[in-house]
């Protein structure tokens, strides 16, 4: 019998995003600290770094990281909902145009490109929150520049929605691992209680496994779909 399996690499892909905006440009570079200068702010990058650590760290059983990116899943789903309300809001101010007046889609003749390198599927959700908010921002701007708003509304609600953005970075920046593995939390040794005490209660569905991010790989030994795998 031939033998049909064959040595093939994994699948790669090149992906990009493009900002219209210098808000949106500004919130993936991030602020770096500067002397006697405002608090710094991680931007994009460092956000997808720390993600792709809980990643690692949940996929060597840590429970820790479970629990944060089941945390970080919900707060990017809350904080894309909040998004979206606003650049609905935002779309719908267009409605008290006069009759007439046709706009066009506004974009940046020479928009910012940023290649993503991504191990962490979770942190496309970040990414996807920046470009919602690139959207806003676009909207926002033309409705400015056409007199629908007020300067100062224009700001005010550009502020809003780029707390939302740095709301979610700095929740991941919290994120601290354990360095342990569930069976140490289940045999109860020192280093796992020291880490409950350091960390915070581990809720009995994130150390049984039961609940965990929809975007979590399977704990080790266990397969959620046998006979298909993940080429990436």
């Not at 997808?48 to 990017?76: C, G, T, V």
């Not at 929740?171 to 020291?194: E, M, N, V």
């Not at 915070?200 to 991010?213: M, V």
Request: with cysteine.
């Amino acid at each position: 019998m031939s033998d049909n399996t064959f040595n093939m690499g994994p699948l790669r892909s090149a992906i990009h995003i493009q900002l219209h905006t210098h808000n949106a440009t500004r919130l993936w570079t991030g602020r770096r600290a500067t002397e006697n200068g405002p608090a710094p702010i991680i931007g994009m990058p460092r956000f997808i770094e720390i993600l792709n650590q809980m990643r690692i760290a949940a996929e060597h059983n840590d429970p820790y990281a479970d629990l944060w990116m089941l945390r970080m899943e919900e707060k990017l789903a809350q904080s894309r909902k909040l998004m979206q309300v606003m650049l609905d809001q935002a779309k719908a101010m267009f409605s008290e145009l006069p009759e007439g007046i046709d706009i066009e889609h506004c974009f940046n003749v020479q928009p910012a490109r940023f290649p993503l390198f991504i191990n962490a599927p979770l942190a496309y959700q970040g990414v996807y929150l920046l470009t919602d908010f690139d959207q806003l921002a676009r909207q926002l701007l033309l409705a400015s520049h056409i007199a629908v708003i007020p300067r100062r509304e224009m700001h005010n609600r550009l502020n809003n929605g780029a707390t939302v953005i740095r709301s979610a970075f700095g929740l991941a920046q919290k994120y601290h691992g354990s360095g342990l593995t569930r069976q140490d939390f289940i045999d109860d040794t020192p280093q796992a209680r020291a880490a409950i005490e350091r960390l915070g209660p581990l809720p009995e569905a994130i150390l049984s496994g039961k609940l965990r991010s929809s975007f979590s790989s399977p704990l080790p030994g266990k397969t959620e779909n046998p006979g298909v795998t993940d080429d990436a």
